[in-house]
Protein backbone atom coordinates (compact mmCIF):
# COMPACT_ATOMS: atom_id res chain seq x y z
CA UNK A 1 0.00 0.00 0.00
CA UNK A 2 1.23 3.01 -1.00
CA UNK A 3 1.84 6.02 1.77
CA UNK A 4 -0.61 8.79 2.58
CA UNK A 5 0.20 11.84 1.84
CA UNK A 6 1.70 14.58 4.69
CA UNK A 7 -2.20 16.03 5.23
CA UNK A 8 -3.59 12.13 6.07
CA UNK A 9 -3.05 10.90 9.55
CA UNK A 10 -4.37 7.17 8.36
CA UNK A 11 -5.98 5.00 6.29
CA UNK A 12 -9.55 4.43 6.69
CA UNK A 13 -10.90 1.84 4.06
CA UNK A 14 -10.42 0.89 0.53
CA UNK A 15 -13.05 0.93 -2.12
CA UNK A 16 -12.68 -0.82 -5.63
CA UNK A 17 -10.47 1.58 -7.20
CA UNK A 18 -9.87 4.28 -4.29
CA UNK A 19 -7.90 4.39 -0.86
CA UNK A 20 -9.51 6.40 1.39
CA UNK A 21 -7.34 8.25 4.27
CA UNK A 22 -8.82 10.07 7.48
CA UNK A 23 -7.08 13.07 7.97
CA UNK A 24 -9.32 15.37 10.81
CA UNK A 25 -12.71 15.48 11.80
CA UNK A 26 -13.83 17.65 8.85
CA UNK A 27 -11.50 16.04 5.63
CA UNK A 28 -10.28 13.11 3.88
CA UNK A 29 -8.04 12.18 1.41
CA UNK A 30 -8.78 10.19 -1.83
CA UNK A 31 -5.67 8.47 -3.35
CA UNK A 32 -6.94 7.44 -7.02
CA UNK A 33 -4.97 4.51 -7.84
CA UNK A 34 -4.57 2.24 -10.99
CA UNK A 35 -6.44 -0.59 -10.34
CA UNK A 36 -9.44 -0.97 -12.39
CA UNK A 37 -13.23 -2.29 -11.95
CA UNK A 38 -16.17 -3.60 -14.05
CA UNK A 39 -19.38 -5.40 -13.19
CA UNK A 40 -18.42 -4.61 -9.49
CA UNK A 41 -15.11 -6.84 -9.71
CA UNK A 42 -11.98 -6.18 -9.12
CA UNK A 43 -9.96 -6.95 -12.23
CA UNK A 44 -6.14 -8.58 -10.96
CA UNK A 45 -4.24 -6.01 -13.05
CA UNK A 46 -3.31 -2.50 -13.17
CA UNK A 47 -3.08 0.51 -15.24
CA UNK A 48 -0.32 2.84 -15.65
CA UNK A 49 -1.31 6.15 -14.80
CA UNK A 50 -4.51 5.22 -14.96
CA UNK A 51 -5.79 7.34 -11.33
CA UNK A 52 -3.83 9.80 -11.78
CA UNK A 53 -5.95 10.60 -14.88
CA UNK A 54 -9.27 10.02 -12.69
CA UNK A 55 -7.95 12.40 -9.80
CA UNK A 56 -7.18 15.32 -12.55
CA UNK A 57 -10.20 14.64 -14.41
CA UNK A 58 -12.74 14.83 -11.17
CA UNK A 59 -10.81 18.10 -9.99
CA UNK A 60 -11.09 19.60 -13.46
CA UNK A 61 -14.85 18.73 -13.41
CA UNK A 62 -15.11 19.44 -9.72
CA UNK A 63 -14.09 22.81 -10.52
CA UNK A 64 -16.62 23.43 -13.43
CA UNK A 65 -19.30 22.59 -11.35
CA UNK A 66 -18.39 25.46 -8.95
CA UNK A 67 -17.95 27.57 -11.87
CA UNK A 68 -21.78 26.90 -12.50
CA UNK A 69 -22.32 28.01 -8.48
CA UNK A 70 -22.84 24.91 -7.31
CA UNK A 71 -21.19 23.12 -4.04
CA UNK A 72 -18.92 20.45 -3.98
CA UNK A 73 -16.88 18.67 -1.33
CA UNK A 74 -13.31 19.42 -2.89
CA UNK A 75 -11.05 21.11 -1.69
CA UNK A 76 -7.70 20.35 -3.23
CA UNK A 77 -5.11 18.26 -4.52
CA UNK A 78 -2.81 16.89 -2.59
CA UNK A 79 -0.46 14.93 -5.23
CA UNK A 80 -1.10 14.24 -8.87
CA UNK A 81 -3.49 10.76 -7.61
CA UNK A 82 -4.70 12.36 -4.83
CA UNK A 83 -7.13 15.01 -3.41
CA UNK A 84 -8.46 16.24 -0.10
CA UNK A 85 -11.83 16.66 0.52
CA UNK A 86 -14.62 17.55 2.91
CA UNK A 87 -15.80 14.84 4.83
CA UNK A 88 -19.73 13.40 5.21
CA UNK A 89 -20.69 10.75 7.25
CA UNK A 90 -21.83 7.67 5.34
CA UNK A 91 -24.89 6.15 7.28
CA UNK A 92 -25.51 2.40 6.34
CA UNK A 93 -28.70 1.85 8.07
CA UNK A 94 -31.37 3.83 5.70
CA UNK A 95 -33.56 4.40 8.74
CA UNK A 96 -31.44 6.78 10.45
CA UNK A 97 -31.69 8.70 7.96
CA UNK A 98 -34.65 11.47 7.58
CA UNK A 99 -35.67 15.44 6.02
CA UNK A 100 -33.43 16.42 8.85
CA UNK A 101 -30.26 15.04 8.10
CA UNK A 102 -27.34 17.09 8.01
CA UNK A 103 -23.81 16.12 6.52
CA UNK A 104 -24.34 12.62 4.85
CA UNK A 105 -23.87 10.50 1.87
CA UNK A 106 -26.42 10.38 0.20
CA UNK A 107 -27.05 6.39 -0.43
CA UNK A 108 -28.01 6.51 -4.14
CA UNK A 109 -25.75 6.81 -7.70
CA UNK A 110 -27.64 8.89 -10.16
CA UNK A 111 -27.20 7.61 -13.78
CA UNK A 112 -27.63 10.25 -16.39
CA UNK A 113 -28.11 8.87 -19.89
CA UNK A 114 -28.53 10.78 -23.48
CA UNK A 115 -27.73 8.22 -25.78
CA UNK A 116 -29.10 4.81 -26.46
CA UNK A 117 -26.58 2.89 -24.91
CA UNK A 118 -25.16 -0.12 -22.63
CA UNK A 119 -27.26 -1.58 -20.60
CA UNK A 120 -30.34 1.14 -21.32
CA UNK A 121 -30.00 -1.05 -24.73
CA UNK A 122 -30.42 -4.31 -23.64
CA UNK A 123 -33.22 -3.78 -21.60
CA UNK A 124 -34.91 -1.98 -24.54
CA UNK A 125 -34.00 -5.08 -26.25
CA UNK A 126 -35.60 -7.35 -23.83
CA UNK A 127 -38.49 -5.24 -23.83
CA UNK A 128 -38.04 -4.20 -19.88
CA UNK A 129 -38.45 -0.73 -21.04
CA UNK A 130 -40.51 0.90 -23.44
CA UNK A 131 -38.80 3.71 -25.98
CA UNK A 132 -41.98 6.06 -25.17
CA UNK A 133 -40.70 6.21 -21.45
CA UNK A 134 -37.32 7.68 -22.87
CA UNK A 135 -39.45 10.62 -25.12
CA UNK A 136 -39.72 8.29 -28.37
CA UNK A 137 -42.42 8.34 -30.56
CA UNK A 138 -41.90 5.38 -32.07
CA UNK A 139 -41.86 1.82 -30.97
CA UNK A 140 -38.26 0.90 -31.61
CA UNK A 141 -35.07 2.52 -31.41
CA UNK A 142 -31.46 1.49 -32.80
CA UNK A 143 -27.87 1.39 -30.64
CA UNK A 144 -26.81 5.00 -30.32
CA UNK A 145 -30.03 6.97 -31.06
CA UNK A 146 -29.96 10.41 -29.09
CA UNK A 147 -32.38 10.46 -26.21
CA UNK A 148 -35.31 13.40 -26.81
CA UNK A 149 -34.39 14.21 -23.27
CA UNK A 150 -31.87 13.49 -20.54
CA UNK A 151 -32.91 10.34 -18.71
CA UNK A 152 -31.82 9.83 -14.76
CA UNK A 153 -31.80 6.89 -13.46
CA UNK A 154 -31.48 6.21 -9.20
CA UNK A 155 -29.45 2.81 -7.99
CA UNK A 156 -28.36 1.95 -4.64
CA UNK A 157 -25.00 3.33 -3.40
CA UNK A 158 -24.05 1.66 -0.45
CA UNK A 159 -25.20 -1.47 -0.88
CA UNK A 160 -22.78 -4.80 -1.89
CA UNK A 161 -24.42 -4.47 -5.64
CA UNK A 162 -25.59 -1.46 -7.30
CA UNK A 163 -29.45 -2.49 -7.13
CA UNK A 164 -31.71 -0.12 -9.49
CA UNK A 165 -34.63 1.71 -7.98
CA UNK A 166 -37.73 3.37 -8.43
CA UNK A 167 -38.17 6.96 -7.24
CA UNK A 168 -40.52 5.60 -4.26
CA UNK A 169 -37.92 3.83 -2.87
CA UNK A 170 -34.86 6.31 -3.86
CA UNK A 171 -37.20 8.68 -1.68
CA UNK A 172 -37.76 6.83 1.11
CA UNK A 173 -33.58 5.09 1.79
CA UNK A 174 -31.99 8.60 1.24
CA UNK A 175 -34.07 11.09 3.44
CA UNK A 176 -34.87 13.52 0.22
CA UNK A 177 -37.44 15.36 -0.12
CA UNK A 178 -40.16 15.73 -3.00
CA UNK A 179 -38.11 19.15 -3.92
CA UNK A 180 -34.43 18.43 -2.81
CA UNK A 181 -34.68 15.17 -5.31
CA UNK A 182 -36.06 16.99 -7.96
CA UNK A 183 -33.28 19.76 -7.13
CA UNK A 184 -30.40 17.05 -7.78
CA UNK A 185 -32.33 16.04 -11.09
CA UNK A 186 -31.96 19.58 -12.63
CA UNK A 187 -28.32 19.98 -10.93
CA UNK A 188 -27.25 16.79 -12.96
CA UNK A 189 -29.13 18.34 -16.38
CA UNK A 190 -27.48 21.46 -15.94
CA UNK A 191 -24.27 19.97 -15.28
CA UNK A 192 -24.37 17.81 -18.42
CA UNK A 193 -25.15 20.29 -20.46
CA UNK A 194 -21.89 22.32 -19.11
CA UNK A 195 -19.92 18.89 -20.03
CA UNK A 196 -21.17 17.86 -23.17
CA UNK A 197 -20.43 21.55 -24.28
CA UNK A 198 -16.83 21.32 -22.99
CA UNK A 199 -16.35 17.78 -24.28
CA UNK A 200 -17.48 18.85 -27.37
CA UNK A 201 -14.15 20.71 -28.27
CA UNK A 202 -12.18 17.47 -27.93
CA UNK A 203 -14.18 16.07 -30.29
CA UNK A 204 -16.25 13.77 -27.76
CA UNK A 205 -19.85 13.30 -27.05
CA UNK A 206 -20.49 12.47 -23.72
CA UNK A 207 -22.92 9.55 -23.78
CA UNK A 208 -23.88 8.91 -20.00
CA UNK A 209 -22.86 9.20 -16.83
CA UNK A 210 -22.97 9.05 -13.19
CA UNK A 211 -22.73 11.20 -10.20
CA UNK A 212 -23.16 10.95 -6.06
CA UNK A 213 -24.30 13.43 -3.92
CA UNK A 214 -24.16 14.37 -0.08
CA UNK A 215 -26.04 17.25 1.86
CA UNK A 216 -23.64 19.54 3.84
CA UNK A 217 -23.71 20.74 7.35
CA UNK A 218 -26.71 23.42 6.25
CA UNK A 219 -28.17 20.55 4.54
CA UNK A 220 -27.22 22.33 1.18
CA UNK A 221 -27.01 19.88 -1.69
CA UNK A 222 -23.21 19.42 -2.92
CA UNK A 223 -20.63 16.88 -5.70
CA UNK A 224 -19.60 13.85 -3.48
CA UNK A 225 -16.35 12.03 -5.30
CA UNK A 226 -15.69 12.47 -9.06
CA UNK A 227 -17.63 12.44 -11.93
CA UNK A 228 -17.08 12.81 -16.11
CA UNK A 229 -13.91 10.48 -16.16
CA UNK A 230 -13.55 7.35 -18.19
CA UNK A 231 -14.71 5.25 -15.33
CA UNK A 232 -17.36 6.84 -14.08
CA UNK A 233 -18.99 8.13 -18.31
CA UNK A 234 -19.24 6.81 -21.50
CA UNK A 235 -18.01 8.85 -24.18
CA UNK A 236 -18.01 8.75 -27.93
CA UNK A 237 -15.98 9.86 -30.90
CA UNK A 238 -17.97 12.77 -32.24
CA UNK A 239 -16.59 12.45 -35.88
CA UNK A 240 -16.78 8.61 -35.83
CA UNK A 241 -20.34 8.77 -34.62
CA UNK A 242 -21.22 11.14 -37.61
CA UNK A 243 -20.14 8.38 -39.47
CA UNK A 244 -22.22 5.78 -38.21
CA UNK A 245 -19.63 4.24 -35.40
CA UNK A 246 -19.96 4.07 -31.81
CA UNK A 247 -16.34 3.68 -30.51
CA UNK A 248 -16.59 3.49 -26.68
CA UNK A 249 -13.76 5.85 -25.23
CA UNK A 250 -14.21 4.79 -21.82
CA UNK A 251 -14.18 2.23 -19.07
CA UNK A 252 -16.66 0.45 -21.04
CA UNK A 253 -13.94 -0.67 -23.70
CA UNK A 254 -12.81 -2.43 -21.26
CA UNK A 255 -16.55 -3.66 -19.95
CA UNK A 256 -16.84 -4.78 -23.88
CA UNK A 257 -14.04 -7.29 -23.50
CA UNK A 258 -15.43 -9.69 -20.88
CA UNK A 259 -18.83 -9.20 -22.76
CA UNK A 260 -17.17 -10.63 -25.57
CA UNK A 261 -15.03 -12.83 -23.67
CA UNK A 262 -18.29 -14.49 -22.45
CA UNK A 263 -17.16 -13.62 -18.85
CA UNK A 264 -20.10 -10.90 -18.06
CA UNK A 265 -22.89 -13.73 -19.01
CA UNK A 266 -21.05 -16.71 -16.77
CA UNK A 267 -20.98 -13.33 -14.21
CA UNK A 268 -25.06 -12.01 -14.43
CA UNK A 269 -26.12 -15.91 -14.36
CA UNK A 270 -24.08 -16.78 -11.26
CA UNK A 271 -25.64 -14.07 -9.81
CA UNK A 272 -28.94 -14.56 -10.81
CA UNK A 273 -29.04 -18.51 -9.30
CA UNK A 274 -27.45 -17.38 -6.00
CA UNK A 275 -23.99 -19.17 -6.86
CA UNK A 276 -20.67 -18.36 -6.01
CA UNK A 277 -19.29 -15.80 -8.08
CA UNK A 278 -16.61 -16.53 -10.82
CA UNK A 279 -13.59 -14.82 -10.54
CA UNK A 280 -12.91 -12.30 -12.83
CA UNK A 281 -9.62 -12.87 -15.36
CA UNK A 282 -6.52 -10.76 -15.62
CA UNK A 283 -6.43 -8.12 -18.92
CA UNK A 284 -3.96 -9.71 -21.35
CA UNK A 285 -0.99 -7.90 -21.92
CA UNK A 286 -1.59 -6.39 -25.19
CA UNK A 287 -4.70 -4.59 -23.61
CA UNK A 288 -2.90 -3.00 -20.51
CA UNK A 289 -0.35 -0.18 -22.68
CA UNK A 290 -3.79 0.31 -24.92
CA UNK A 291 -5.95 0.95 -21.72
CA UNK A 292 -3.28 2.79 -20.38
CA UNK A 293 -3.05 4.91 -23.34
CA UNK A 294 -6.69 5.57 -23.73
CA UNK A 295 -6.90 7.18 -19.89
CA UNK A 296 -4.14 9.22 -21.02
CA UNK A 297 -5.82 10.45 -24.25
CA UNK A 298 -8.76 10.83 -22.49
CA UNK A 299 -7.56 13.46 -20.21
CA UNK A 300 -6.04 15.24 -22.49
CA UNK A 301 -9.46 15.08 -25.02
CA UNK A 302 -11.61 16.23 -21.76
CA UNK A 303 -9.58 18.83 -20.38
CA UNK A 304 -7.81 20.55 -23.28
CA UNK A 305 -4.61 20.19 -21.53
CA UNK A 306 -1.40 17.83 -21.94
CA UNK A 307 -1.27 15.11 -19.41
CA UNK A 308 2.60 15.47 -19.70
Known sequence: MSSPSNTSSGFSREGKVKRVYDVSDKEIEFEFTDRIS?????IPSKIPFKGETLCREGT????????????????KMTDKNKMLVKKVNIIYDYNKIDHNTKNYLIPLEFICRHYVAGSLHDRIEKGKIDPKELGFSKKTV??????????????????????????KEALSISGLTEEEYQNILETIIKMDSRMSKIVEKGGLIHVDGKKEFGMNEDRTLMFIDVFGTADEDRFWDKKLYEQGQMIELSKEFVRQHYIKTGYKKELYDAREKGRPEPDIPALPDSMIKQVSDLYINMYERITGEKFR
Open 60 to 75: FWLKEAEKLGFLTHFI
Open 142 to 167: EYGEKIPEPFIETSTKLEPVDRPLEK
Open 38 to 42: VFDKI
